[in-house]
């Protein structure tokens, strides 16, 4: 059974940092690409970053670049986001994602790409 399991969210001032965790088990980690979207409430789920299967390379949508950084670490089946600079549009529900992409990721910004999501966890970013 595929678990992905989120933390590290909280609630945090603007201008701070969190970083979040993402573990993954049942799965063959390095085979996936993993993706970190977020959905604040009333609006639809958003790419936020991504990261190839051994980091070679990464993604990001232009509201984070610059602030956050993923990263991976494939010995513990884990991905991070930091998050630095926050800011109150930040504020959403995060999750992580896995992607068994062939030998192309066509669409690692896409939602509908990804094989498994985790539960998710709350970012608060009060003003």
């Known amino acids: 059974q595929v678990q992905l399991v989120e933390s590290g969210g909280g609630v945090v001032q603007a201008g701070g940092s969190l970083r979040l965790s993402c573990a993954a088990s049942?799965?063959?980690?390095?085979?996936?690409?993993m993706g970190w979207f977020r959905q604040a409430p009333g609006k639809d789920r958003e790419f936020v970053s991504a990261i190839r299967r051994n980091e070679e390379l990464t993604y990001y949508s232009d509201s984070v670049k610059g602030r956050f950084t993923i990263s991976r670490d494939n010995a513990k089946n884990t991905v991070y986001l930091s998050m630095n600079s926050l800011k109150f549009e930040d504020t959403a529900v995060y999750y992580c994602?896995?992607?068994?992409?062939?030998?192309?990721?066509?669409?690692?910004?896409?939602?509908?790409?990804?094989?498994?999501w985790g539960q998710g966890t709350q970012v608060t970013v009060s003003s």
């Open positions: 994602a896995a992607d068994n992409y062939g030998s192309i990721w066509y669409s690692p910004r896409s939602p509908g790409e990804y094989d498994y």
């Open positions: 049942g799965l063959a980690f390095s085979r996936y690409g």
